[in-house]
């Protein structure tokens, strides 16, 4: 729906940070515990593969799905699959929703579990949910069971041994999840990421398509009882009870508004009983003068009971959020040291490039949090900014905070020059500018910082690991009596966009920071990996994430970054594993040092995160790789292994 404007050449780049937040993928899988999945620190403590030996991996085996787009298709295609091991099956989801058990040793297929075909515009998945019914006794069907949310919101039971759907959930294995309001088409809500399992309850969050309708679809959060897909409970992180004290937050009141939603993954304790809900940004994305106040629960972490839905906590990371500044990732449990001692807690990264740090039991800050004055300038008749924004304290950022005409950069003086004549003509400055009339331009994007990949963390180390997306977008707002648009958005060749934004007194209109060749205004690199001492509060490290050969109009193997999407995974083998960039390139990276030691070329960018697993003692390394088509112009539909050769191995 937005490739052909722009599928030449380095002119990709526009895309890096205009849709992102319609794309948490991957989990280190030591064991098969539902905490390690949904816990979201991507780690391993297998060690096999270590510095000294893994420019040694070698290819295992490789799976095809089968699921390609159709030709000519307009949509958004993204093999975002998160991968986990159940039962001794690698588990699999195909861009089509197709569920595929795999074995983890060869890559056999075992089964396909196919949810049937929808006219949505989205092909994507990020994974299942699994449940294990411990009062039934063993063998019995559907007593492990996997869960699948779809882009016509439906919920999906399967049984984990077979693949078979559990006739007992729902009606014959599928519960059809209501919306608040009827859907302009099939997929405006959909189930995007993996359902979180808590107790004996599974959650199923939404994702809810942006910039199209003031009066958008509900964000809601549902959840229904494991066994049965009987409805248990809902929450909307835009409240609707007048005695819910989050009210107070909405100057208005929140009749007419939808969204908040969870589109990212959420993290779950089940020792607690808490699911931990990232939300996003209500409806509209860029306009608040008709929600004044801080709009409590949205741009927050909700922590919730999982047996009732009751909020145990919450905390706000965005006041009033005009910034389209979702929180895109799954929260990470970590245990963070306090006073010398561990504190279960919760980590956040954020697309502004800042990391919170929360007691997961009660919400209290373990990083301190001040409230800081932010930029009140440029703000279109009618808004009402936030005065200040919370601000973690003596934590390093991990994306330039702001942009002003001295951070241009360029190939030759020209472009340079061009490019500084460019932000000059609109308006500009730290991080926490609003879209305005004139056009403003805005760092960190949307996009990120980081993205719905997140972070890796070592629990050892206490060292996080984050990629991240380093391109400013200018964002203007049209008045709705200047707009001149059919349809719901226009994407021209220049790569700027422009959404319709129904019932709001104005449309937004996106374009990246871009030079006269199609390369960003901003100094590389693009895309960063980072790694931070969440302790020492210290980066340690941080270096380019890719190369810009498959942009450029020429082959160029230079490693400015290569902005994508996907996250990382973190080894007791002093590795990290990222696919990330539009390079059609896996890499490993030493942790302790960001230097590259080894790297594999892929049929298509593995815009996903890797896991690894040891069978027969073994270690495998599988990454999905088949590139999202707002990052890149090569698509395709594997999944590949890498192991050691086995003398090496043993």
């Known amino acids: 729906m937005k490739r052909d404007a722009v599928s030449r050449g380095i002119k990709f780049l526009a895309c890096v940070a205009l849709l992102a937040n319609q794309a948490q993928a991957g989990a280190a899988l030591d064991s098969n515990r539902a905490d390690d999945y949904q816990a979201g620190t991507k780690y391993s403590s297998l060690q096999q593969i270590n510095r000294a030996n893994v420019g040694e991996l070698e290819l295992a085996w490789e799976y095809h799905t089968g699921d390609l787009a159709p030709e000519g298709f307009q949509g958004l295609v993204a093999f975002e699959d998160h991968p986990r091991l159940v039962d001794g099956k690698l588990i699999v989801c195909s861009i089509e929703r197709r569920v595929i058990a795999l074995d983890p040793a060869s ?86 990421s993996d359902p ?32 049965s897909g009987a409805p248990l409970w809902q929450f909307d992180p835009v409240p609707r009870d007048p005695n819910d004290p989050a009210m107070t937050s909405w100057g208005k009141g929140t009749e007419g508004f939808g969204q908040g939603n969870v589109w990212s993954s959420m993290a779950v304790d089940n020792k607690l009983g808490l699911v931990y809900l990232p939300t996003t940004s209500t409806s509209d994305d860029f306009y608040g003068g008709n929600r004044p106040g801080d709009n409590h629960y949205t741009t927050s972490v909700v922590a919730l009971r999982g047996a009732t839905g009751e909020v145990a906590w919450h905390y706000q990371l965005v006041h009033h959020n005009v910034f389209d500044y ?125 993205n719905w990949g997140g972070g890796a963390y070592d629990p050892h180390s206490h060292v996080m690991v984050v990629p991240s997306n380093r391109v400013p977008n200018i964002i203007r707002l049209i008045p709705r009596d200047e707009l001149q648009l059919e349809g ?36 590389p690199p693009w895309a960063a990996l980072t790694a931070l001492d969440i302790v020492q509060k210290k980066i340690l490290w941080e270096v380019p994430l890719g190369s810009i050969k498959e942009l450029s109009p020429i082959p160029l193997d230079w490693n400015l970054g290569a902005p994508g999407a996907g996250g990382p995974l973190l080894t007791a083998g ?77």
């Open 107 to 192: 890559g056999e297929e075992l089964w396909t579990f196919d949810p049937g075909r929808s006219a949505s515009m989205t092909k994507k998945c990020r994974g299942v949910g699994h449940w294990v019914d411990r009062d039934a006794p063993a063998g019995t069907q559907c007593r492990s069971r996997l869960f699948l949310g779809t882009d016509d919101y439906r919920l999906l039971a399967i049984d984990a041994a077979t693949g078979r759907a559990c006739e007992d959930f729902g009606e014959d294995g599928v519960v059809a999840m209501p919306t608040d309001r009827p859907l302009l088409w099939t997929g405006e809500v959909a189930a995007g």
């Open 196 to 227: 979180a399992v808590v107790g004996n309850v599974v959650v199923v969050a939404s994702a809810v398509v942006d910039s199209q309708r003031v009066a958008a679809p509900s964000g809601r959060v549902l959840a229904f009882d494991a066994r």
């Open 326 to 450: 979702d929180i895109p990732t799954r929260p990470m449990l970590i245990d963070y040291p306090v006073n010398g001692r561990l504190v279960p807690a919760l980590l956040q990264n954020t697309k502004q490039g800042l990391v919170f740090i929360f007691d997961r039991a009660s919400g209290e800050p373990l990083v301190p949090i001040a409230e800081q004055p932010v930029p009140q300038t440029g703000a279109v008749p009618g808004e009402q900014l936030s005065p200040t924004q919370p601000i973690p304290q003596g934590m390093p950022t991990l994306a330039p905070q702001g942009f002003s005409p001295d951070d241009v950069w360029g190939f030759t003086p020209l472009d340079r020059h061009l490019c500084r004549k460019k932000v000059e003509e609109h308006l500009w400055g730290p991080a926490y500018m609003p879209a305005s009339l004139q056009g403003t331009v805005i760092s960190p994007a949307f996009g990120g910082g980081p």
């Open 488 to 523: 719901g958005f226009k994407v021209e060749a220049s790569g700027k966009m422009v959404f319709e934004n129904k019932g709001s007194p104005y449309a937004p209109e996106i374009q990246p920071l871009l030079s006269i060749f199609g390369a960003p205004c901003s100094e």
């Open 574 to 650: 002093g590795l990290v594993f990222i696919g990330y960039a539009t390079d059609n390139t896996l890499r490993a990276f030493d942790a302790a040092s960001g230097e590259v030691l080894w790297q594999a070329p892929l049929p298509a960018p593995a815009n996903s995160v890797p896991v690894t697993y040891e069978v027969d003692g073994e270690q495998y390394l599988v990454v999905p790789a088949g590139g999202h088509s707002v990052y890149g112009k090569t698509t395709g539909d594997s999944v590949r292994a890498y192991r050691l050769p086995r003398a090496a191995a043993h």
